[in-house]
């Protein structure tokens, strides 16, 4: 059963520094999704892509954020300048065509370690 | 504003003892809501959605809209069953989800 899958599992970086986080959603989903979640809160919206353009986004998505379809198959989530608060574990999700839209599949997750 | 209020952070049963893990929703439109599940050192799955009134591993949800509720049951719970359970409530372009209940269940 094809999965989305997410690079890298773990990534450590120095505040300030900027990180790409990779996914490769399902082939034939349309919708992707990011959200977060901070070591023991709830998972948290951060941002929806459709047809090349971000669909919505939540007030934590500011500035420093920003997502890319570069190539068709992956789907990457920039953080320009990093925070300490930006620690967290990331989820790549998608949704596939039709009636069923809005059944999200996640990823694995990267883990975020900002120091 | 969408909303999603799972008011037990743990719940702890016995085998085969009866399980409900609670959520209630706040949206102004029709909800479309659904139950992931995250068992241990493994991704968010999808468990139940409420258009397709199915049965998963045993688990229902009803959608009540009087209630605003869209709570998880099963009759007799299983050791396999812990983990942590996610109301989430979706509409185009977003999943809101809830704070997560995380079921234990005791032999």
């Known amino acids: 059963e094809p999965e989305v899958t997410q690079t890298p599992s773990h990534q450590v970086t120095q505040m300030g520094q900027e990180v790409i986080l990779r996914c490769v959603p399902i082939s034939n989903h349309l919708y992707f999704y990011w959200y977060r979640q901070i070591l023991g809160q709830k998972v948290e919206f951060l941002v929806s892509f459709y047809n090349n353009e971000i669909s919505e986004k939540s007030e934590i998505f500011d500035d420093q954020f920003s997502v890319e379809r570069p190539d068709g198959s992956n789907f990457t989530l920039k953080i320009r300048s990093t925070k300490l608060e930006d620690s967290a574990m990331y989820f790549c999700?998608?949704?596939?065509?039709?009636?069923?839209?809005?059944?999200?599949?996640f990823g694995p997750g990267t883990r975020l370690t900002v120091t | 504003a969408q909303r999603v209020t799972q008011p037990e952070k743990l719940l702890s049963v016995f085998k085969g003892a009866p399980v409900e893990l609670k959520c209630n929703y706040s949206?102004?439109?029709?909800?479309?809501l659904f139950w992931y599940v995250q068992y241990s050192r493994q991704r968010l799955q999808l468990l139940l959605r409420?258009?397709s009134r199915e049965s998963i591993k045993g688990f229902t949800a009803d959608l009540n809209k009087g209630e605003t509720s869209f709570h998880l049951k099963k009759p007799f719970a299983q050791e396999e069953d812990s983990a942590m359970y996610y109301c989430a409530l979706a509409n185009a372009g977003k999943s809101t989800f809830g704070d997560g209940t995380t079921l234990t269940v005791k032999p």
């Open positions: 949206y102004s439109g029709s909800p479309e």
């Open positions: 999700a998608s949704d596939p065509p039709g009636q069923s839209s809005y059944e999200q599949y």
């Open positions: 409420h258009i």
